[in-house]
């Protein structure tokens, strides 16, 4: 399947917030985030994609009928380089899980922002883990670290 990566912009701000929804929901049976009084799960920085330089979202749409098959919400917030880029959420809606959609992905965005990177599987989620691992192996040939739970690599 075909894809591309779409910016998005303030005025589709509810739709990127409905999918990351489905994505914290489903992180939960992990990282014990909970839902508030009005059912929802709460995101600090939300609003930041928005508003900040250092921050941005696209969606993953197929190409040939702008359907959209995920997510992608990039930062410059860094645990362990002084700067760089991280990964902070990125989902495929599961149907679209087994096209490798998600690597292809992964590596647009990779290349998109050259330098430090750090990207932290969703907690104790062996499945995320695995395919960050697989990922990033794969794109810098096995050049990168792992530990306290973060990848990290340079690809200048």
């Given at each position: 399947m075909?894809?591309?990566?779409?910016?998005?912009?303030?005025?589709?701000?509810?739709?990127?917030y409905?999918?990351?929804?489905?994505s914290?929901f489903?992180?939960?049976?992990n990282?014990g985030?909970?839902?508030?009084s009005?059912?929802?799960?709460e995101?600090?920085?939300?609003?930041?994609?928005?508003t900040d330089a250092d921050?941005v979202?696209?969606?993953?749409?197929?190409?040939?009928?702008?359907?959209?098959?995920?997510?992608?919400?990039?930062?410059?917030?860094?645990?362990?380089?002084?700067?760089?880029?991280?990964i902070?959420e990125?989902?495929?809606?599961p149907?679209?899980r087994?096209?490798?959609?998600?690597?292809?992905?992964?590596?647009?965005?990779?290349?998109?922002?050259?330098?430090?990177?750090?990207?932290?599987?969703?907690?104790?989620?062996?499945s995320?883990?695995s395919?960050?691992?697989?990922?990033?192996?794969?794109?810098?040939?096995?050049?990168?670290?792992y530990e306290?739970r973060?990848?990290?690599?340079n690809?200048?």
């Amino acid at each position: 399947m075909e894809y591309f990566l779409d910016k998005v912009d303030i005025k589709n701000k509810d739709i990127l917030y409905r999918l990351l929804q489905y994505s914290l929901f489903e992180e939960s049976l992990n990282d014990g985030n909970e839902m508030n009084s009005n059912a929802i799960f709460e995101y600090k920085y939300f609003d930041r994609y928005f508003t900040d330089a250092d921050r941005v979202a696209y969606f993953i749409r197929a190409k040939n009928d702008n359907k959209l098959l995920g997510f992608v919400m990039i930062n410059t917030y860094m645990q362990k380089y002084e700067n760089g880029h991280s990964i902070a959420e990125f989902m495929v809606i599961p149907k679209y899980r087994k096209n490798k959609i998600g690597k292809r992905v992964a590596f647009e965005c990779f290349d998109m922002h050259r330098g430090n990177w750090e990207v932290s599987p969703s907690l104790g989620s062996k499945s995320a883990y695995s395919f960050w691992n697989n990922v990033i192996n794969e794109y810098t040939n096995n050049n990168n670290k792992y530990e306290d739970r973060i990848f990290m690599f340079n690809n200048q």
